[in-house]
């Protein structure tokens, strides 16, 4: 099978990327990247040689090179977006332009090319519940995003259903919960949290704290992933979910200070994200019946070996804050 992954040089695609080849060594990955800011190629330095590996550096919203790069593949797997919910909320154009332009493009491609197309979708789309209640979100969930960020994917989600109904693509949608794990870009509460206390800083808690995430660890969501493309029913949507329940992120600062075996006086709590979804949790039920999906790693575990990893590769994470980063793709291939 011939993939092509777009947005493979971020957190989630390199992950899947990683474990695609190693999982599936017969098949071939294009990985389709703009490499923005949250694109770093050192994320991928083990798989560079491999040659069941490309990499083709454009942008999704481009009609032209997506159609060139999509008519020699059989699947492609959507993970470029703009990701991240604090940077939605100072300039929501990018969010607008890649997650919803950019998936139209991509469906466009599927539809003429007759390709499977996996979208990678968030939780967020179903907006907020409330603190304490029992409630999760299923695939019925209706759904009410609540920030520029979540508001864009469920728009690309929207376009996914309108595309497989009337056009009828073949297509799945998956709405994942918080991931977390090795290469996370140290904008994101987890790596924030890791590297701020490696470095001895201030760890910035918004709010109250009391916020509440689900946590999957970013193999699992690779392997659900994977089961659904090669299990899942075309047409339909998957919630995918972790193994914590109802931890919130002043508990999750306090595992990772324990961890590292310092102190609480390095939380610093710091004003509040405008329209901070209050709690996340996903039944992932239907994926288990389905799919046979089950996360198989424990959060205080893989936490601490997330935390491992980046005090093994602080390099990486430096590289990332000192900006050096982005210096990789013209020294690996090149000036563009
Ligand atoms: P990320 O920000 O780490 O990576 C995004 C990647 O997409 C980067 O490599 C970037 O260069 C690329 N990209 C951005 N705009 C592009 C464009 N116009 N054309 C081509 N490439 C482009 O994101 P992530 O955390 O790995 O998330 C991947 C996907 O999973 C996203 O669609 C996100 O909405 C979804 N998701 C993430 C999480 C999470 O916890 N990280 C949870 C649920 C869903
Ligand atoms: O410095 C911080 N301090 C803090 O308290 C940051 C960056 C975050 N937080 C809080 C906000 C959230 O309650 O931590 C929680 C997690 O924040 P993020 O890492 O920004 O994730 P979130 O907003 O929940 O969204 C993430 O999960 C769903 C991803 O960024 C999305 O791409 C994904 O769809």
Not at 98 to 120: P, S, W
Not at 162 to 170: C, F, K, Q
Not at 229 to 258: A, F
Request: charged fraction near 25%.
């Amino acid at each position: 099978m011939k993939l092509l992954v777009t947005g493979g040089a971020g957190f989630i695609g390199s992950n899947f990327i990683r474990y695609w080849l190693h999982t599936h060594p017969q098949d071939e990955i294009i990985n389709f990247d703009k490499i923005t800011y949250a694109g770093n190629l050192e994320n991928l330095k083990d798989i560079e040689g491999n040659k069941n590996y490309k990499l083709v550096r454009a942008d999704i919203v481009n009609h032209d090179v997506v159609r060139t790069v999509a008519k020699d593949v059989d699947v492609i797997v959507n993970f470029a977006a703009e990701s991240h919910v604090d940077r939605s909320i100072l300039d929501s154009s990018e969010f607008v332009r890649t997650n919803v332009l950019g998936t139209q493009v991509l469906l466009e491609a599927a539809k003429d090319f007759d390709l499977r197309f996996y979208h990678i979708s968030t939780d967020e789309v179903f907006g907020s519940l409330a603190l304490g209640s029992k409630e999760r979100f299923n695939e019925q969930t209706p759904y009410d995003p609540r920030s520029p960020y979540s508001a864009s994917k469920a728009a690309s989600d929207h376009l996914v259903r309108a595309y497989i109904h009337t056009h009828g693509i073949d297509a799945i949608i998956s709405n994942c919960a918080n991931n977390f794990g090795p290469y996370q870009f140290p904008e994101k509460f987890i790596p924030v949290t890791i590297t701020n206390i490696l470095e001895g800083k201030k760890i910035p808690v918004y709010g109250d704290g009391l916020y509440v995430r689900e946590w999957l660890y970013v193999e699992d969501h690779c392997r659900a992933i994977d089961l659904m493309i090669n299990k899942g029913t075309l047409g339909e949507t998957y919630c995918i979910g972790g193994m914590t329940q109802d931890v919130n992120n002043l508990e999750v600062v306090k595992k990772i200070l324990k961890i590292l075996g310092k102190g609480e006086d390095m939380i610093e709590f710091v004003k509040d994200r405008p329209g901070h979804d209050r709690r996340y949790a996903i039944d992932w039920s239907k994926a288990k019946r389905e799919l046979g999906y089950e996360p198989q790693h424990d959060f205080d575990t893989y936490l601490a070996k997330t935390v491992q990893w980046y005090q093994d590769n602080q390099e990486w994470w430096q590289h990332i804050k000192s900006g050096e980063y982005k210096n990789y793709y013209a020294t690996q291939y090149g000036n563009e």
